[in-house]
C-alpha cells in the first residue's frame, strides 16, 4: 500500500508562476523526501526535510513539512518548462538495516511556456 | 545523471518466461533497492540487498528474486511472468543513509 496521497494529481501552470503540491502520510516519520520523474525514467532526489524541521529551502524548491497534520508541500517558484515531471513524496520505512521508501501515486507538473 | 546503471533499457518478454534485469551501483553505495512502478502509479518496493544479503522484502511473490554481487552490483529475476508484470523496474543506490540515487529504469513489457 502507498504511505503517501499526493494532491493535486495534475497541475499545469503557466512559466513563471508558482507551482504548489501536497502531500500526506499515514504513520509516524523522521523524514519526508521529495523525487522528480521526467517521461517514465529514473527518479530524481530533488529534497530532504527531517521530521524536527518545519520549513527547508533548495534553490527554487521550498518544502514544509507539518508532523502534527502528517503533510507537506512542495513549492516550486518561477517554474519553467523543464519543470515538467512527474513529483513524488516518499516517506522511508524499516525493515532491517536500512532504510527502505514508500511513494505516493504522484503529481504531474504541466509548465506551459 | 546520478551515476546509476541499468540495462536493459527495454525489454519484450512472454508470458510464462523468466527475465533478469541488471543494476551497477555508485562507487561505495553498498546497499540496493529494486521498485516497481506500474503505469500512472508511484514505485513500489519490491526488495533490498544490503552487502550480499537480502534485507527486507515487500510484497512481491517468490518468483521475484534477486543478487548482489562482491562489487555490489544486483540482479532482479522475475520467473513464470504475468501481464501484470509490465512495469518501470527501477534499482536505487545508496549507503545505507536516507538518500536514494536511481537508475534510469528497465521498462518491461509482458505479452
Keep these: ?113 | 545523471e546520478t551515476g546509476v546503471t541499468q540495462s536493459p533499457t527495454h525489454l519484450i518478454k512472454t508470458r510464462g518466461q523468466q527475465v533478469t534485469l541488471r543494476c551497477s551501483s555508485q562507487s561505495g553505495h553498498n546497499t540496493v533497492s529494486w521498485y516497481q512502478q506500474a503505469l500512472g502509479q508511484g514505485p513500489q518496493f519490491i526488495f533490498q540487498y544490503y552487502r550480499e544479503e537480502e534485507n527486507g522484502r515487500g510484497n512481491f511473490p517468490p518468483r521475484f528474486s534477486g543478487l548482489q554481487f562482491p562489487n555490489y552490483s544486483s540482479e532482479l529475476n522475475v520467473n513464470a511472468l504475468e501481464l501484470d508484470d509490465s512495469a518501470l523496474y527501477l534499482c536505487a543506490t545508496s549507503t545505507g543513509g536516507y538518500e536514494q540515487y536511481f537508475g534510469p529504469g528497465t521498462r518491461l513489457t509482458v505479452t
Design chain 1, 1 to 113: 500500500s502507498q504511505q503517501g496521497e499526493e494532491d493535486p494529481q495534475a497541475l499545469s501552470i503557466q512559466e513563471g508562476e508558482n507551482a504548489t503540491m501536497n502531500c500526506s502520510y499515514k504513520t509516524s516519520i523522521n523524514n519526508l523526501q521529495w523525487y522528480r520523474q521526467n517521461s517514465g525514467r529514473g527518479l530524481v532526489h530533488l529534497i530532504l526535510i527531517r521530521s524536527n524541521e518545519r520549513e527547508k529551502h533548495s534553490g527554487r524548491l521550498r518544502v514544509t513539512l507539518d508532523t502534527s497534520k502528517k503533510s507537506s508541500s512542495l513549492l516550486i517558484t518561477a517554474s519553467r518548462a523543464a519543470d515538467t515531471a512527474s513529483y513524488f513524496c516518499a516517506t522511508p520505512f524499516y525493515t532491517g538495516a536500512n532504510s527502505k521508501l514508500t511513494f505516493g501515486k504522484g503529481i504531474t507538473l504541466s509548465v506551459r511556456p
